[in-house]
């Protein structure tokens, strides 16, 4: 890996409390300002940088919860989202969480039978299964998330592609990845932690399931429905089908995170199962140019790094193009940071790493 340098991230005392800096899960850089969600919440947090181009630390955090903007499916708006993606583009930022079912963890005090009948609980929250766009104006001279915002006459609203279109729903007859749909994210059962966007292009990277070492991405050409200005519909591709496979060779790996670059997608792979590496950025070339499924391979998909990662820790979770146009610089920022990472101020360290 080659390191640049590190910036610092300063959250409040809210998301210190929550846990937020210690289980982040999707960043993405915008102009002055560093959108990040921790996996454990239902809100997006947005930071600002002490410079523009040379940003050392992102500060004066403001917390943006998602039930003021949309209707979370789930009974508590409050209840975590387990957001996994970001993506800026347009007038828009886009967020995905991870639709996944959660195994109950045996914890150190469990043995026994109690351990036994925990491994065997699998859960579902609904606020985990939502896609979602909120436009974005210039408030204070800060990109901001606003309920509704008029470009050009044409009015926005934040919109969410919900139940009856929704991923889950979407999949229950798909060949490769319906036996998967019950089976828990960290146990190579479906799992999204990647989101990016460009043109109509919507890309959903699958942590897992992996299936014998190709991973997945989905391709969606989300719409708002005229008659339901709130709802995201999606349009189909020429075979009918509302979404497009793509499979990538990562080496047995799972997507942890996607970020556009131009024409091309970088991919922050890394395990599927619950293990600490090994945590690799592919680049796949030409992505928003391809028209047919993919079977992604070869010159094609170039591996750029290999990141660190740490024992039980250091687990890099997000990933975002940082610095000006052709610095060729990415952030990478992580989930369960090693202690080295905190600082005695409240801050979390983030990586800027070069890419080739």
Not at 6 to 23: I, Q
Not at 33 to 45: F, I, P, S
Not at 242 to 269: E, S, T
């Given at each position: 890996?080659?390191?640049?340098?590190?910036?610092?991230?300063?959250?409040?005392?809210?998301?210190?409390?929550?846990?937020?800096?210690?289980?982040?899960?999707?960043?993405?850089?915008?102009?002055?300002?560093?959108?990040?969600?921790?996996?454990?919440?239902?809100?997006?947090?947005?930071?600002?940088?002490?410079?523009?181009?040379?940003?050392?630390?992102?500060?004066?955090?403001?917390?943006?919860?998602?039930?003021?903007?949309?209707?979370?499916?789930?009974?508590?708006?409050?209840?975590?989202?387990?957001?996994?993606?970001?993506?800026?583009?347009?007038?828009?930022?886009?967020?995905?969480?991870?639709?996944?079912?959660?195994?109950?963890?045996?914890?150190?005090?469990?043995?026994?039978?109690?351990?036994?009948?925990?491994?065997a609980r699998v859960q579902g929250q609904d606020n985990r299964q939502?896609?979602?766009?909120?436009?974005?104006?210039?408030?204070?001279?800060?990109?901001?998330?606003?309920?509704?915002?008029?470009?050009?006459?044409?009015?926005?609203?934040?919109?969410?592609?919900?139940?009856?279109?929704?991923?889950?729903?979407?999949?229950?007859?798909?060949?490769?990845?319906?036996?998967?749909?019950?089976?828990?994210?960290?146990?190579?059962?479906?799992?999204?932690?990647?989101?990016?966007?460009?043109?109509?292009?919507?890309?959903?990277?699958?942590?897992?399931?992996?299936?014998?070492?190709?991973?997945?991405?989905?391709?969606?050409?989300?719409?708002?429905?005229?008659?339901?200005?709130?709802?995201?519909?999606?349009?189909?591709?020429?075979?009918?089908?509302?979404?497009?496979?793509?499979?990538?060779?990562?080496?047995?790996?799972?997507?942890?995170?996607?970020?556009?670059?131009?024409?091309?997608?970088?991919?922050?792979?890394g395990p599927t199962m619950s293990l600490d590496g090994p945590v690799?950025?592919?680049?796949?070339?030409?992505?928003?140019?391809?028209?047919?499924?993919?079977?992604?391979?070869?010159?094609?998909?170039?591996?750029?790094?290999?990141?660190?990662?740490?024992?039980?820790?250091?687990?890099?979770?997000?990933?975002?193009?940082?610095?000006?146009?052709?610095?060729?610089?990415?952030?990478?920022?992580?989930?369960?940071?090693?202690?080295?990472?905190?600082?005695?101020?409240?801050?979390?360290?983030?990586?800027?790493?070069?890419?080739?």
């Amino acid at each position: 890996m080659t390191l640049v340098h590190t910036v610092r991230l300063r959250f409040g005392d809210l998301s210190r409390a929550a846990a937020t800096h210690t289980n982040l899960s999707a960043v993405r850089v915008d102009g002055r300002v560093l959108w990040v969600a921790g996996d454990e919440t239902a809100t997006l947090e947005r930071l600002v940088a002490d410079d523009l181009d040379h940003p050392t630390e992102y500060a004066d955090e403001r917390t943006f919860r998602l039930a003021d903007f949309i209707d979370l499916p789930g009974e508590d708006a409050d209840e975590e989202a387990d957001i996994e993606g970001l993506s800026r583009a347009g007038h828009f930022l886009w967020a995905v969480g991870s639709h996944s079912l959660r195994r109950k963890r045996i914890k150190d005090h469990h043995t026994g039978d109690k351990a036994l009948r925990r491994l065997a609980r699998v859960q579902g929250q609904d606020n985990r299964q939502i896609l979602v766009r909120l436009p974005i104006a210039e408030v204070d001279g800060l990109p901001t998330p606003v309920p509704e915002l008029v470009v050009a006459g044409e009015r926005h609203l934040a919109a969410q592609l919900d139940k009856r279109d929704g991923l889950r729903t979407l999949l229950r007859h798909d060949p490769h990845l319906v036996p998967f749909l019950a089976i828990p994210g960290k146990d190579n059962g479906l799992d999204v932690e990647g989101i990016a966007v460009s043109g109509d292009r919507v890309y959903l990277g699958l942590r897992g399931p992996v299936l014998r070492g190709w991973a997945f991405v989905l391709e969606l050409r989300p719409y708002v429905d005229p008659a339901e200005p709130r709802r995201l519909r999606l349009r189909p591709f020429d075979d009918g089908l509302a979404y497009r496979k793509h499979v990538l060779d990562l080496g047995g790996l799972g997507v942890r995170d996607l970020c556009p670059d131009g024409d091309d997608l970088l991919v922050l792979a890394g395990p599927t199962m619950s293990l600490d590496g090994p945590v690799r950025i592919h680049r796949w070339h030409g992505a928003a140019r391809v028209e047919m499924p993919a079977v992604v391979r070869g010159e094609t998909l170039t591996r750029e790094l290999e990141i660190t990662y740490g024992e039980g820790d250091d687990h890099a979770e997000g990933m975002g193009l940082i610095g000006r146009p052709g610095d060729k610089l990415a952030m990478v920022v992580f989930d369960s940071p090693a202690a080295t990472r905190l600082t005695a101020d409240g801050a979390v360290i983030a990586d800027v790493v070069r890419l080739p």
